[in-house]
């Protein structure tokens, strides 16, 4: 008998049926579950001794994966080396909130994990879909409100959320990405089932008080970034098929509305106390 999971995060739910009944690791989901999800995306997964070969037009060749058009919906092939689809691991076949998948059995001897799931999932198109985007970002609680530090890899987003976790007493709840968002005309910060090397990885939606772009530089200084300077340095960091016209359009939008709303400082900075000082004369201005 097949059991269904559901989990939510950032507007969306997920309704998941793996094959053969298993009872798969919620590991990083595992904050996310809940016990019931109304109208959600339904995921089943099926074992197969071979995937089903493309039948539509080639959208997209990347380089661990490849998507197609296919029948009312996508079908896109995972962890599919150069991109041809004789290489996949999965199929997934996505029409509107239906999503089937197919696991090469060879590929998956030990079972489906939560990994196999979320890679399945297509979360930056699910979310682009309910006025959300994917921000590779450091997000932290302070009090109920919530900043992000989004920066080229290996900038120092974590650093500069440990150093507000240690002179402000903030709370981190993701260390590596964030869904950014807005609802009924308010942006939420929220957190997802990604979180990295970090772990990181808590289920929260909060009021989102400030974008933060860091640079490294030898002393401490906050300006306030506007239009298309400000627009850039976060566009830097979404994730976004950009192979989809109507994905891009999206977050593109998002972004923009977002950006009415909610301030943008470049962070240029030491990794020490004086940027939190710095930031935070910053964000009370």
Known sequence: MSMEKYYSFAGISLAVTAPKGEDFPDDVLAPF???????????????????TPPEGKLLAKLPDGAVYKAEQGQQRYVHAKEGLWENAAMCCFHRGKDHFVELLQTRFPTGMTAKTLLNACAAEHLLAQAEGFVLHCS??????????????SGTGKSTQAA???????????????????????????????????????????????????????????????????????????????????????????????????????QLDCTPDESAVTALWQCIRK
Do not use: M
């Open 139 to 152: 997000l932290i609680d302070i009090g109920g409100s919530t900043v992000v530090f989004t920066a080229p």
């Open 163 to 265: 150093l507000w976790e240690k002179h402000r007493s903030a709370r981190i709840c993701n260390g590596d990405r964030a869904c950014l968002r807005l609802t009924e005309g308010n942006a939420l910060a929220e957190g997802i089932p990604f979180s990295g090397s970090s772990r990181i990885c808590e289920s929260c939606s909060l009021p989102l008080s400030a974008i933060v772009y860091l640079t490294q530089a030898p002393q401490t200084r906050c300006t306030r970034l506007t239009g298309a300077a400000a627009f850039a340095r976060v566009w830097e960091g979404i994730s976004v098929n950009t192979w989809d016209r109507h994905d891009l359009e999206a977050v593109s939008h998002t972004l923009e509305q977002l950006l009415n709303a909610v301030p943008v400082y």
């Open 33 to 51: 579950r809940v016990a019931s999800a109304e109208d959600p995306h339904r995921f089943l997964f099926q074992y197969t001794q071979q995937l």
